[in-house]
């Protein structure tokens, strides 16, 4: 079953624009990830913020984390059409498992 | 490229069928988890090796079953196929769970079953 759950589920913008993708998950975590896949392809990693993290960045990516609220934000600022793909949230549970459960999915379409 | 590899890319097959599908981790990479990507039930994890042991098992049917060797890469076995089960398998690596637990994954391997 999933545990994360992002919203929107598809996001169309302009390039140059920013994108905001929102996950929420149920149970407590250690980490939260985001991943990204182009369409039919593989996930690729794109950061990771642990539980006692409130925010982080990597380029152009920034991501937020508010265990209260269980949720997290990724921010993609100044996006370009090759953002475009589907983006990922996943968690992984407290406890010692290492098994990550993955929202839905947003897909971000970033138009030239 | 995330030094994950996957055999075949694709396969096309028949219900009722046999498949293998076979993952090579990264190097030094002694973990191997199996994912199943469908449209209907999104990203699931199926199951995990450690270094040549299961030590995690998800929503993996009994038809299903999985084995990592003592090369460390792993082989997912499908048998008596059925048309629910066409999806994208994906297999990730990771040097030791952990509690920082990034996955690297590869490029998958795109089942249909006809």
């Known amino acids: 079953s999933q545990q994360g759950e992002e919203d929107p589920q598809a996001l169309s913008i302009q390039e140059g624009e920013n994108a905001t993708m929102n996950c929420s998950y149920k149970?407590?975590?250690?980490?939260l990830q985001w991943y990204r896949q182009n369409s039919g392809r593989g996930l690729v990693h794109l950061i990771l913020?642990?539980?006692?993290?409130r925010e982080k960045h990597s380029g152009r990516l920034r991501v937020t984390l508010d265990t209260s609220k269980k949720s997290s934000s990724l921010l993609i600022t100044a996006s370009r059409a090759a953002d475009t793909a589907s983006y990922f949230c996943?968690?992984?549970?407290?406890?010692?498992?290492?098994?990550?459960?993955f929202g839905k999915g947003t897909k971000l379409t970033v138009n030239p | 490229d995330s030094g994950v590899t996957q055999t075949p890319k694709h396969l096309i097959t028949a219900t009722g069928q046999r498949v293998t599908l076979r993952c090579s981790p990264r190097?030094?990479?002694?973990?191997v988890y199996w994912y199943q990507q469908s449209l209907d039930q999104g990203l699931q994890f199926l199951i995990q090796?450690?270094?040549?042991?299961?030590?995690a098992k998800g929503n993996i049917l009994e038809r299903f079953s999985a084995q990592q060797f003592p090369d460390l890469h792993s082989e997912l076995n499908l048998s008596s196929l059925e048309l629910g089960d066409s999806a994208l398998y994906f297999c990730?690596?990771?040097?030791?769970?952990?509690?920082?637990?990034?996955?690297?994954f590869g490029p998958g391997t795109r089942l249909t079953v006809l």
């Open positions: 996943a968690t992984d549970a407290q406890g010692g498992s290492e098994k990550l459960v």
């Open positions: 149970t407590s975590i250690n980490n």
């Open positions: 913020i642990r539980s006692n993290e």
């Open positions: 190097s030094g990479d002694l973990s």
């Open positions: 090796y450690y270094n040549g042991e299961e030590r």
């Open positions: 990730a690596s990771n040097p030791l769970g952990g509690r920082y637990n990034e996955q690297f």
